[in-house]
Each structure stands twice: as structure tokens, then as C-alpha cells.
């Protein structure tokens, strides 16, 4: 008889939705939810009705219960998807108390969570996946396939571009990911996505990293542009409501009224903040540079405030070239839509054979969240199939290894000049990635005509 795994559930934003009906539509023979945990005791009794929950009956804790909960419902595994600065605190301890962790993106925030995560992995040698949903998307799962392949040789350079669309990106300058404190920026919320992405591309870690970033959009001098003189703290109540294109009806949408608008009074949480709000601290524009292990280098950018949603990617090798486009559909968290879809007609993958005819690859395709991702993720998660020649899952390593590009880009805006990446933490092991093409193989150019 095969076994049936129990999940308990920390954090119940609009991102736990995803998990919540994997278990009830998908995953429920294999599958048992025995517990929910959050802070918002209006949105933990919310999640309980949610008919993906209910036929579970799991049971109810707050935060400050949760060694409790694990005693009394003794889960094999915690998913982690509560506020990113949390992360660490309920990973370390679900481990420490004998369970394995799912966690989402970023693992954490910062070098001293990273390293506890680390040390208390080692100590304990529990299993800590992170969701890195963008490696199970076919089309990124192709690029990898084409890399392994060998179509273009061994990767000298990468250029990466990720554009965030004005109504996605505003939404990180709404809710707690404003402060760096609570998300360690987009460098480290949004960009380990990017930096997880290229890591595994190309099977190799980084180094160093130089980082520029500011915040040029989302700035009080942009409201006076945009004719709002008057901006209020929050959406709700905001005498520019009618005026400014960046309002946020949260009554107006049924998801974000029940998750957010309607728990308000337990925690005093606001989803709606004014993105102009002078508190803001993080970046809403922002390059690096970042030399690899292998002699590969990366040339990224993250800008929040663009015309389309989406990113391109340029990879230079010793046979020629890889250039990959994808256009995604644009959304809010918890707003109730599928976040990230792929736009099939916007996604392109076109190979530069070096003096040769350049000629466009069929895109491998998918449906739902994160360009067909999640869907993929979450079977990976709780119904794997064998071994996977990609190695898209991810664990403490990869989950390091992507926010260290993070934190270096960090420590470089506010110090200045190169960040050895290699000092930053103790103990991280190389991840799992497959290898790539040999640079011992020999180059074979045609000569001109």
C-alpha cells in the first residue's frame, strides 16, 4: 500500500492557493492536509472553507503555535509560504522537529538566514525543496535541452533581460515586498527566479557580482508627474482614486477582498499601499554583472515599470548563438488569475549556428502558472515519475546559490565595486546540476569561402 504523505500548510496568501488545490484536485490519493498555520487568524479560518480544504478538516494554528502543531499533527513535510523574512524561522524549525520542508522562492533573504538554513540542514539532514516553478516551464526546459546539447558549444556570455509590466510591477511596491526587510528587494525576491534560471543553464555557480540599481519610478516626484498631488498612504480612501492609474480597488475583486481587503482588522495589514509611498526602499531598475566558475558571464537586467511583460535571453558559445523570447500574461498576486501564462505568439527560441544560416526552433508549449510550470512543479512535488535528465528539482543548494547573486548584487549597491561571492557563506555545497558540454572539445569552424 502506498504511503500517504502529510503536509501542513505556513502561510495562507494568495500563493498557498496553488498548493491547496493540488492537494484536493490532483494529488489527494497520495496526499493528506493535516494542518494550516498563519499569523491573520481571519485568513487561517478563511483557507479552512476553501472547498479545495475542507474535505481535509485539517487543523487551525497561529504562528505563535507552531512547534504545537507539529507535535500534535506530526506532518512529514511544512510548505513555507508565508512573508520571505519568515522563511528561515519555520524551515529551521519544521527541520529541527523532524520534518522536511517545501519552501517557496526566495529560500530567505539574507547571508545569516542562508547560513542558518544551511547549518541546520547539515545538523539535522532534512529534505528542503525550493519551488524554483521556472525550471519545470517547457520552454525554459528547452533551452536547457539545447545548452546540453551542445547546439552551440561551451557558453561564453549571457545576456538576460527580465521586464516586469507596470501593472505587475507596481503590485511589489503595494504589499510587504517594499521593504527590504521583508523581501531583500527584488534582487532577491524576483531575481532569484533569473539567477536560479541561469545557474542551472549553465550547471555552473557564481563568483562575483557587481550590481547597480535605484528607484526612479515608484517616487513620490513620479506622482507629481502623473498629476497626483494628493496621494493617500493606501488605495482605500485615496482622494486620487479617480486620477491615478495605478489604483487598486481590492473590494472590487473577490479574491483579494476575502484574502486581504476583509482580514485587515486581525493584523493591520494593508495590500494596498501607494506604490509613491515615501517608505519604499528597494529598487525598481537594476543591472549586474556576474563572472561564473566555469568562465561564463552574465550581463542582467530587472526593470519593474515596462511597456510588456516578459524576458529575452542571449546566450554566446564557441558554435554560435541561442536568442530566446517570451512573452507572459500580466497579473496581481491573489488576484485570482493564472500568474505568468505563457503568450505563445510572444515566445520564440532562434539558433546563429557561427557562419551558418540562422533558423528558428519549434517552442515547446505549456498551460498555466509560470509559463506552464507549475503544473509540472507540483507532480514533481508530489507524484515524481523517475528520474529527470534536467534536474529541475531544487534543494538547499540551488536554493543558496540562487539568492547569493542576490545578496552580493546587494552588499554591491551599497558598498560599492565587486562582491566575492565565495565569501559569503560556509559550507554551501555545489548543487546538483547536470553537466554541460565539455570546453575540452575541440572547435571545428568552416573557413570563408
Not at 515566445?347 to 528558428?360: D, G
Request: proline share 5%.
Amino acid at each position: 500500500m502506498k504511503k500517504i504523505n502529510t503536509y501542513a500548510v505556513v502561510g495562507l496568501g494568495g500563493r498557498a492557493r496553488m498548493y491547496l488545490d493540488a492537494f484536493a484536485k490532483s494529488y489527494c490519493a497520495q496526499s493528506r492536509l493535516v494542518a494550516l498555520c498563519d499569523r491573520n487568524q481571519g485568513r487561517l479560518e478563511l483557507a479552512a472553507q476553501f472547498p479545495a480544504v475542507a474535505p481535509f478538516a485539517p487543523r487551525l494554528y497561529s504562528d505563535l503555535d507552531f512547534d504545537r502543531m507539529i507535535a500534535e499533527t506530526k506532518p512529514d513535510t511544512v510548505i513555507v509560504v508565508c512573508q520571505d523574512s519568515a522563511h528561515d524561522t519555520y524551515i529551521c524549525r519544521a527541520m529541527e522537529l523532524g520534518c522536511d520542508v517545501i519552501t517557496e522562492k526566495p529560500m530567505t533573504i539574507d547571508a545569516v538566514r542562508t547560513q542558518r538554513i544551511l547549518d541546520t540542514q547539515k545538523k539535522t539532514g532534512r529534505k528542503v525543496r525550493v519551488t524554483f516553478n521556472y525550471r519545470y516551464s517547457p520552454p525554459r526546459t528547452q533551452v536547457k535541452e539545447l545548452l546540453m546539447s551542445g547546439v552551440i558549444g561551451d557558453i561564453l556570455s549571457v545576456d538576460f533581460q527580465w521586464m516586469l509590466d507596470t501593472y505587475h510591477g507596481a503590485d511589489y511596491f503595494r504589499r510587504w515586498h517594499r521593504n527590504k526587510s521583508n523581501s531583500g528587494g527584488l534582487f532577491v525576491h524576483k531575481s532569484t527566479h533569473h539567477f536560479d534560471l541561469v545557474n542551472w543553464w549553465l550547471s555552473a555557480m557564481p563568483n562575483e557580482v557587481v550590481a547597480t540599481g535605484h528607484r526612479r519610478f515608484a517616487t513620490p516626484a513620479t506622482a507629481q508627474r502623473l498629476g497626483l498631488h494628493q496621494p493617500g498612504p493606501r488605495c482605500t480612501g485615496c482622494a486620487e482614486a479617480t486620477t491615478c492609474p495605478f489604483y487598486l480597488d481590492l473590494g472590487a475583486n473577490e479574491e483579494l477582498n476575502a484574502l486581504y481587503r476583509q482580514q485587515e482588522s486581525f493584523d493591520g495589514y494593508h495590500r494596498d499601499q501607494c506604490i509613491f509611498g515615501p517608505d519604499i526602499d528597494i529598487e525598481d531598475s537594476m543591472q549586474a554583472l556576474v563572472n561564473y566558475d566555469n568562465g561564463a558571464t552574465l550581463k542582467y537586467s530587472l526593470n519593474a515599470f515596462c511597456a510588456w511583460e516578459g524576458y529575452a535571453v542571449q546566450f554566446n558559445g564557441t558554435l554560435g548563438r541561442l536568442e530566446h523570447k517570451c512573452e507572459e500574461t500580466v497579473y496581481i498576486n491573489g488576484d485570482g488569475t493564472v500568474p505568468g501564462a505563457l503568450k505563445e505568439e510572444g515566445t520564440s527560441i532562434r539558433i546563429y549556428p557561427t557562419r551558418k544560416p540562422a533558423y528558428e526552433v519549434p517552442v515547446w508549449t505549456g498551460e498555466g502558472g509560470h509559463g506552464g510550470g507549475d503544473d509540472v512543479m507540483l507532480r514533481d512535488l508530489f507524484a515524481p515519475e523517475g528520474d529527470d535528465k534536467y534536474l529541475r528539482d531544487a534543494d538547499h543548494r540551488g536554493g543558496a546559490a540562487s539568492i547569493l547573486c542576490g545578496i552580493a548584487a546587494n552588499r554591491s549597491i551599497a558598498e560599492g565595486g565587486w562582491v566575492k561571492v565565495g565569501g559569503i557563506l560556509n559550507g554551501l555545497e555545489r548543487p546538483n546540476y547536470t553537466a554541460m558540454p565539455s570546453s575540452s572539445t575541440p572547435i571545428r569552424l568552416p573557413l570563408r569561402a
